[in-house]
């Protein structure tokens, strides 16, 4: 998939069949408008292209009114947004600053500038509930009739419900929030995860107890949805996933940077990989079942006897089987 970032002033090398989001996620919503689009991209002999923003347009209006607690939880990071929309068919992805001035467009100029001129849109699928322009003033009305002036087809997809629930990015969020591991599942079609390369860190946990050793991986956006510790599986590192336990947040015991750290203790370390053998690799980790909230610990030994504790029950997770018999629904996509 070819990636842009930012819109430049000349058409696209080709024109596109265009879909415009922030595709948090990429849940089973955006996967149903991604194959969507994609058939008509191949009927019509154009290019599947996605149109997203970084930041996240509510992050830039929460961070100009003075009140950052507002801007929504980030599901994925930018690289496993753009691994699911490969995997949906798109042949082009185009990421656009989202500033004062994207801000400012009128609707108008916002389709010319961006759509027409800068991403050559032959036809644009967007959402039932898609507003566009400065103070939101475009919607799919105005979208159609400006499509119908610059020589674009507009469609509009409605609503994705999975066992009657709307399937959107803000329940996706409310399930992680919730720590519902199996509804995250139903909703994105596919396990939570999390995918970077290896990172090296304190390498406290080493030095913690018998030694729990940890993967280290940054989640680069301040707020995650996901939190908290979990029963997880790594995969990247071997022929075959790795169960672990993993901690996603700030640290609070032993750090207060703010920094958001995802570190996995792989359960069953391969001898061949030896204890540095993991740095800098690209492995992806599954969060499949939470086991509690992150925590602040007075003090070392309190925290490794949490450790030890989380440790036992992700074993426990295991030996009952419940990977299994996720596994048999792994792929649960449209």
């Given at each position: 998939m070819h990636i842009v970032r930012g819109i430049g002033s000349q058409r696209s090398a080709s024109p596109t069949a265009l879909t415009i989001g922030n595709f948090d996620g990429v849940h089973r919503g955006h996967q149903a408008m991604l194959a969507l689009l994609r058939s008509e991209a191949e009927h019509r002999?154009?290019?599947p292209t996605v149109l997203s923003f970084e930041p996240h347009p509510r992050d830039f209006f929460a961070a100009r009114s003075g009140r950052p607690d507002q801007a929504p939880s980030r599901i994925a990071t930018?690289?496993?947004?753009?691994?699911?929309?490969?995997?949906c068919g798109m042949q082009r992805l185009m990421v656009a600053r989202f500033d004062a001035a994207m801000a400012a467009l009128a609707p108008?100029?916002?389709?010319?500038?961006?759509?027409?001129e800068g991403l050559g849109a032959r036809y644009v699928l967007v959402g039932d509930d898609f507003r566009f322009g400065a103070r939101r003033q475009g919607d799919y009305a105005s979208l159609d009739a400006l499509g119908a002036e610059f020589g674009f087809d507009v469609a509009r997809m409605m609503s994705y419900e999975v066992h009657g629930l709307r399937v959107s990015s803000s329940s996706v969020r409310a399930a992680l929030a919730a720590g519902d591991m199996e509804l995250t599942r139903t909703l994105l079609g596919r396990p939570y995860s999390v995918s970077g390369h290896v990172l090296h860190?304190?390498?406290?946990?080493?030095r913690l107890?018998?030694?729990y050793p940890t993967l280290n991986l940054r989640f680069p956006h301040p707020r995650p949805a996901a939190r908290g510790i979990h029963v997880a599986q790594v995969h990247g590192l071997t022929d075959t996933p790795l169960p672990a336990v993993a901690s996603l947040g700030s640290r609070p015991t032993v750090d207060d940077s703010g920094r958001m750290l995802l570190e996995v203790h792989c359960l069953h370390w391969p001898q061949a990989l030896g204890p540095e053998g993991a740095y800098a690799k690209l492995v992806r980790v599954e969060l499949l079942h939470k086991l509690r909230e992150e925590t602040r610990f007075e003090g070392l030994d309190a925290l490794t006897a949490a450790i030890e504790a989380d440790?036992?029950?992700?074993?426990?997770?295991?030996?009952?089987?419940?990977a299994a018999q996720r596994r048999q629904t792994t792929r649960d996509r449209i």
């Open positions: 002999g154009l290019t930018l690289r496993d947004k753009v691994s699911e929309l490969q995997r108008r100029d916002f389709v010319r500038q961006v759509l027409v860190g304190q390498k406290l946990g080493r107890g018998p030694g440790v036992q029950a992700a074993r426990a997770w295991f030996a009952a089987g419940h």
